[in-house]
């Protein structure tokens, strides 16, 4: 059974940045994170799979960045110039080497004045 235990949340002003983690236990493949917005679909934000080129969500691009330590089985979202539309509760989404898709139990992201 894959852990998945995430870090970060918190309450931010538009504009200032945030960095969230994610830590798996096991042998993960790919590694990513996703939202959800109240009254909105969970989407994804950004994707990292272990050797291969972050892919972003484009209301993101220029803004976040995606980034994994492989000693540590850890994945980290670098969030800089944060909107309010960008609140919403964070979910790390880690796929096992083995297969299999685990879930976080999510971070809460919040973006106002």
């Known amino acids: 059974q894959v852990q998945v235990v995430e870090s970060g949340g918190d309450l931010v002003q538009p504009g200032g940045s945030l960095r969230l983690s994610c830590a798996a236990s096991?042998?993960?493949?790919?590694m990513g994170w996703y939202r959800q917005a109240p009254g909105k679909q969970r989407e994804l934000v950004a994707h990292?799979?272990?050797?291969?080129?972050?892919i972003y969500a484009d209301s993101v691009k220029g803004r976040f960045t995606i980034s994994r330590d492989n000693a540590k089985n850890t994945v980290y979202l670098q969030m800089n110039s944060l909107k309010p539309e960008d609140t919403a509760v964070y979910y790390c989404?880690?796929?096992?080497?083995?297969?299999?898709?685990?879930w976080g139990q999510g971070t809460q992201v919040t973006v106002s004045s």
């Open positions: 096991g042998i993960i493949n790919a």
């Open positions: 989404n880690v796929v096992a080497n083995g297969g299999g898709d685990y």
């Open positions: 990292i799979i272990s050797g291969g080129t972050p």
